[in-house]
C-alpha cells in the first residue's frame, strides 16, 4: 500500500487549497479513505471520510461547508476541496486507507494558512 499525498503550501485566510492523494498497491474501491490532520502540540484528528472510494461521506463538525472530499476511481486518487481556510486549518494533513483491522497513512502534506 502506498498513498502520496501533494498540493500542500502556504496560503492566506479566506484562501482555497485542494490536496490530492494518489494510492497504490491495494482495491481502490472496496474500502474507506480519509484525510486527516495534526496540528502542532495536537493529536491527529478526522477532517473528512469517504466510504468504498465514492460512497457515503462525513465530515469534522469544524470544516462542514468549507471541505469537501472526493475520489476519482480511475485515477487512484482522493481529494481534499478547501475554501474559506482559517489560521486553525494549519496543519500536516494526511491521506489514510482503511482496510480493518489495519489503517495506512501517507508521509503527510503541510498546509499553513497565515498572511
Known amino acids: 500500500v502506498q498513498l502520496v499525498e501533494s498540493g500542500g503550501g502556504l496560503v492566506q485566510p479566506g484562501g482555497s487549497l485542494r490536496l490530492s492523494c494518489a494510492a497504490s498497491g491495494f482495491s481502490f474501491s472496496t474500502h474507506a479513505m480519509s484525510w486527516d490532520r495534526q496540528a502542532p502540540g495536537k493529536e491527529r484528528e478526522l477532517v473528512a471520510r469517504?466510504?468504498?472510494?465514492?460512497?457515503?461521506?462525513n465530515y469534522a463538525d469544524s470544516v462542514k461547508g468549507r471541505v469537501a472530499i472526493s475520489s476519482d476511481n480511475a485515477k487512484n486518487t482522493v481529494y481534499l476541496h478547501m475554501n474559506s481556510l482559517k489560521p486553525e486549518d494549519t496543519a500536516v494533513y494526511y491521506c489514510?486507507?482503511?482496510?480493518?483491522?489495519?489503517?495506512?497513512w501517507g508521509q503527510g502534506t503541510q498546509v499553513t494558512v497565515s498572511s
Open positions: 469517504i466510504a468504498n472510494a465514492g460512497g457515503n461521506t
Open positions: 489514510g486507507y482503511h482496510q480493518p483491522p489495519r489503517d495506512y
